[in-house]
């Protein structure tokens, strides 16, 4: 758009894919790249925000003239939210934030021959960065959230991510459609974003910088 309609405000965007560790060596992790996150931040910096992105195991380069703050886990992710969020505007949740943690981290690589052909790995539910914002007391940053879903069905996709924003208390849910090799490390995006009150505010389907600039126009007029 080339407006700075973000200037004097500031951004943070989480962007990535968790690594919840089992031992040293390996890990619960996603498919997430990284990409609609960096776009997001990097669609803000130019629309003039103060822009923190914090990234967990990015598959791309990070963003020039961004602050990056690079997080492996959930509970680093959150931390990181959670301490920036009071001065933000605008968080956005594009990270890809594991619902499960194994309960005991291996000290030391596992082998095969101690643990045998049969293994199970205790899991247990990480907290809900999201919801944790919005249960913020208001003045509160705008919340906006993702929702990676298969299904193929607008009118599904939309109530999806309409009970999402209401459960976790969010301003806009983007719903982004992840079957057939859509969303994850692909260049393009297919995003349904949800309001208030099961609103469709819009739908893109373009580049992540498309999507990434509908999202932050849908953020501004969130805005108190
Ligand atoms: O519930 P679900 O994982 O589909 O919600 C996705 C949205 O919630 C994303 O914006 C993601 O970053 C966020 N999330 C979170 N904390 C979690 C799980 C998801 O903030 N533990």
């Known amino acids: 758009s080339g407006a700075r309609d973000l200037a004097g405000t500031t951004v943070v965007v989480t962007a990535g894919g968790t690594r919840e560790p089992i031992d040293?060596?390996?890990?619960?992790?996603?498919?997430s790249s990284g990409r609609q996150g960096v776009a997001l931040a990097e669609a803000a910096r130019d629309r003039g925000?103060?822009?923190?992105?914090?990234?967990?195991?990015?598959?791309?380069?990070p963003p020039v003239g961004i602050e990056l703050v690079p997080v492996s886990t959930v509970a680093e992710l959150r931390d990181a939210v959670l301490s920036r969020?009071?001065?933000?505007?605008?968080?956005?949740?594009?990270?890809?934030?594991?619902?499960?943690?194994p309960v005991n981290v291996a000290h030391t690589k596992m082998k095969k021959d101690a643990v045998g052909d049969d293994v199970s790995i205790e899991l247990t539910a990480n907290p809900d960065i999201l919801a944790d914002l919005g249960a913020l007391q208001h003045p509160r940053p705008v919340l906006v959230g993702f929702a990676a879903e298969t299904e193929a069905d607008a009118d599904a996709l939309a109530a999806l991510g309409a009970g999402k924003l209401e459960r976790k208390n969010?301003?806009?849910i983007a719903v982004n459609r992840v079957d057939d090799g859509r969303g994850f490390g692909t260049s393009d995006n297919?995003?349904?974003?949800?309001?208030?009150?099961?609103r469709i505010v819009t739908t893109v389907d373009g580049s992540?910088?498309?999507?990434?600039?509908?999202i932050l126009d849908a953020a501004l007029t969130e805005r108190p």
């Open 170 to 172: 969010a301003d806009l």
């Open 208 to 214: 992540k910088r498309v999507v990434a600039d509908a």
């Open 24 to 31: 040293p060596v390996r890990f619960i992790g996603n498919r």
């Open 85 to 101: 969020a009071a001065d933000a505007d605008i968080v956005v949740m594009a990270a890809a934030v594991s619902d499960y943690r």
């Open 49 to 61: 925000a103060d822009v923190a992105l914090i990234g967990a195991n990015l598959e791309v380069p």
């Open 190 to 198: 297919e995003v349904l974003i949800v309001g208030s009150g099961s």
